[in-house]
């Protein structure tokens, strides 16, 4: 009998939750069960993934043309971005120490992880979701050696072609936007360096820092809400990935059925400061940007500082942030 039948499915899945929602060890939930450690992590690792399997086609499907063009529309309308298809970042995933693993999980933070590389949409909703890069990886790699970046960068994932930025005649490609931590690539726009900026710049910067609240509030609420995260994972690299998997369509669900009481809009600040300040993915040193990359990012500048393009308060906005 499968381990998912009849009332242990009830049993299993108490379980599970007071594992990624708490945080308690699976040392101390074997033990109030009275099961043993194999079946402790055969628990985990059947219920993550009868959770994925569920759930993803509904709620984590891989986007359509169509579906990426109304996550634009939705970007532009709610954050002044044109031609966003959604922002980008990574997350380090605490791990004890996996078996004969050496160094290859251990990151520049001092602890092992596991990285999870996610897209995000204008809601705070996973579009696109990479987990169990080694956490040792570089930064820069991170996005380039992954399935999803390589799918991105060679144009498999049905993404529309170029488009009219609002108000002009000048087109751009659907892109994501990102941080320092990536490289520029016409279809990923990334800030300008820090250093000796004019007042296009500063908006542009601010534009994007901006359009890019979506990721961190997302990783914010996986905190927040999964106090697994919050922990180093007990289980193995295989099951850590299924656990993580899980929890990221699991947000998505709830954020689809019951948004409001998941992530009260009074939360937003706490939740995007536990993600920004802490197992973000840090700046790549190295940016072989093309001539066409910088040429999108100029026309967004431009664009941004235009009649057609300027929001009202972001002279306020980078006035503040001087």
Known sequence: MSLLNGYLLYLVTIFLFRHVVTGESLTSLGYQFRVGKATVHKIVKETSKAIWETLQPQYLPVPDEHQWEEIARTFFEQWNIPNCIGSI??????????????????????????????????????????????????????????????????????IPPSREIPNTVTKTPFFLVGDEAFPLKPNIMRPYPRKDLDYPKKVYNYRISRARITVERAFGILAK??????????????????????????????????????????????????????????????????????????????????????????????????
């Not at 193995?236 to 699991?250: D, F, M, N, R, T």
Request: with cysteine; hydrophobic share 35%.
């Open 89 to 158: 970042d990574g997350k380090h995933c605490r791990l004890k120490c996996p078996a004969k693993a050496g160094s290859l999980f251990y990151n520049y933070k001092g602890y092992h992880s596991i990285v999870l590389l996610a897209i995000v949409d204008a809601n705070c909703c996973f579009t696109l979701i990479d987990v169990g890069q080694y956490g040792r990886n570089s930064d820069s790699s991170v996005f380039t050696e992954s399935n999803m970046g390589r799918s991105f960068l060679c144009g498999s994932l049905g």
């Open 225 to 322: 809400k999964f106090g697994i995260l919050q922990t180093s994972m007990e289980t193995s690299v295989e099951v850590s990935e299924a656990v993580v998997k899980s929890i990221c369509v699991l947000h998505n669900f709830i954020q689809h059925e019951n948004s409001f009481n998941y992530f009260p809009s009074d939360d937003v600040h706490d939740a995007t400061h536990s993600h920004s300040s802490n197992s973000s993915l840090t700046a790549t040193r190295s940016n072989r940007a093309t001539a066409e990359a910088m040429a999108v990012r100029d026309s967004l500048k431009e664009y941004f500082i235009s009649p057609g393009g300027a929001l009202e308060w972001q002279d306020r906005a980078i006035h503040r942030n001087v």
